[in-house]
């Protein structure tokens, strides 16, 4: 006689709450724990740029390069665009 593993076989009735499942549930709570920082860094990030446009505006620079960091920026443009070269960039 066959035995059956916890809910084979059993078809949810109408009303009910699914079971939780383990492995699902926890990678979804760790998803959603990346999303939030993700959240958290892109607000971060989105604040900086906006400094740096400020920097580069005071400074009236569209272009900056040094040490291995590039902006560029257009004035009127909504962010600069940067780029860091790992090798160059002792920092």
């Not at 009303?15 to 383990?22: A, D, L, Y």
């Not at 549930?25 to 920082?37: C, D, I, P, Q, T």
């Not at 257009?74 to 940067?82: D, H, I, S, T």
Request: glycine share 8%; proline share 3%; hydrophobic share 30%.
């Amino acid at each position: 006689m066959r035995t059956r593993s916890k809910g084979e076989g059993q078809e949810k009735l109408p009303g009910m709450k699914q079971s939780r499942i383990k492995e699902i549930h926890e990678k979804a709570l760790e998803v959603k724990g990346y999303e939030k920082k993700r959240m958290e860094f892109l607000g971060k990030e989105t604040g900086a740029r906006e400094e740096l446009k400020i920097l580069m505006n005071n400074h009236k620079l569209e272009h900056y390069e040094a040490d291995g960091v590039t902006v560029n920026m257009k004035m009127g443009e909504p962010k600069a665009l940067v780029k860091v070269n790992e090798d160059e960039n002792p920092d």
